[in-house]
C-alpha cells in the first residue's frame, strides 16, 4: 500500500543541522508533490513547505527560507528535508506528507495531503 | 497569509453525541479545505477534501459541509474511536495554514 517512511528520532545541539528522510513505497516519488508539516509539543500542525521531486522545484514558508532545504536523493525514492541553525523552538515532530494530487507539468501542490509519514521527532538540547 | 479559526477548541462529548466543529478562514478559500484526525503519538489522517468529499475509507458517520469562509465538520454519532484533535487545513493558497485545532474527549 501507499507509504511514507520516515527517518529516526534524532537529537541534536543549538546550531547544528538535522536532515530528516522520507521513504515512498507504493507509488513513484516522482508523481507527487511532498509537504513537510511540524508539530511543537502539545501544539498544532505547521505546513513548512514543498519540494517537487520530479523538477526539483521547491517552495518554503517564508518563516523558513534560508534555514530549510528540501531535496530528494538520486535514487528517486526518498525526499529530504534539512533544516538548520537549530533553536531550542526547533524541537517538534517534523512530518512529510504526499500532495493529494498527481503531478503533472505545470500543476501546482495546492491540493492538500493524503498520506503522511509517521513523524521524525527532532529534539534540539544542548 | 490565510488565518485559520476552529471552535471550539475542545469539547466534550458521550458516545452517540452528534458533535459540530467549525472551521473559518479569514478569506475567501471556495471550496479548498480539508479535515483531518489525529491522535495521540500518531500523524494526521485525512478525514475530508474539497470540504465535503469524505476520503477513502472514512466512516460515513463523518462529513462536511461549508465553502467560502465558514465551514463545519460534523460527526453524527460518536464512538470511542473518533475521540481524538481535529485540524482543518485551507490549501487555497501558500502558505498552507491550518486551524488550531479541536480536542475531542470523553465526558
Known amino acids: 500500500q501507499v507509504q511514507l517512511v520516515q527517518s529516526g528520532a534524532e537529537v541534536k545541539k543549538p546550531g547544528a543541522s538535522v536532515k530528516v528522510s522520507c521513504m515512498a513505497s507504493g507509488y513513484t516519488l516522482t508523481g507527487y508533490y511532498i509537504h513537510w508539516v511540524r508539530q511543537a509539543p502539545g501544539q498544532g500542525l505547521e505546513w513548512m513547505g514543498w519540494?517537487?521531486?520530479?523538477?526539483?522545484?521547491?517552495n518554503y514558508a517564508q518563516k523558513f527560507q534560508g534555514r530549510v532545504t528540501m531535496t530528494r536523493g538520486a535514487s528517486m525514492t526518498t525526499a529530504y528535508m534539512e533544516l538548520s541553525s537549530l533553536r531550542s523552538d526547533d524541537t517538534a515532530i517534523y512530518y512529510c506528507?504526499?500532495?493529494?494530487?498527481?503531478?503533472?507539468?505545470?500543476?501546482?501542490?495546492?491540493?492538500?495531503?493524503?498520506?503522511w509519514g509517521q513523524g521524525t521527532t527532532v529534539t534540539v538540547s544542548s | 497569509d490565510i488565518q485559520m479559526t476552529q471552535s471550539p477548541s475542545s469539547l466534550s462529548a458521550s458516545v452517540g453525541d452528534r458533535v459540530t466543529i467549525t472551521c473559518r478562514a479569514s478569506q475567501d478559500i471556495t471550496n479548498d479545505l480539508a479535515w483531518y484526525q489525529q491522535k495521540p503519538g500518531k500523524a494526521p489522517e485525512r478525514l475530508i477534501h474539497?470540504?465535503?468529499r469524505l476520503h477513502s475509507g472514512v466512516p460515513s458517520r463523518f462529513s462536511g459541509s461549508g465553502s467560502g469562509t465558514e465551514f463545519t465538520l460534523t460527526i453524527s454519532s460518536l464512538q470511542p474511536e473518533d475521540f481524538a484533535t481535529y485540524y482543518c487545513l485551507q490549501h487555497n493558497s501558500f502558505p498552507l495554514t491550518f486551524g488550531p485545532g479541536t480536542k475531542v474527549d470523553i465526558k
Open positions: 474539497a470540504a465535503s
Open positions: 506528507a504526499r500532495d493529494a494530487s498527481p503531478y503533472y507539468y505545470g500543476s501546482d501542490a495546492l491540493n492538500g495531503m493524503d498520506v
Open positions: 519540494s517537487n521531486p520530479n523538477s526539483g522545484a521547491t
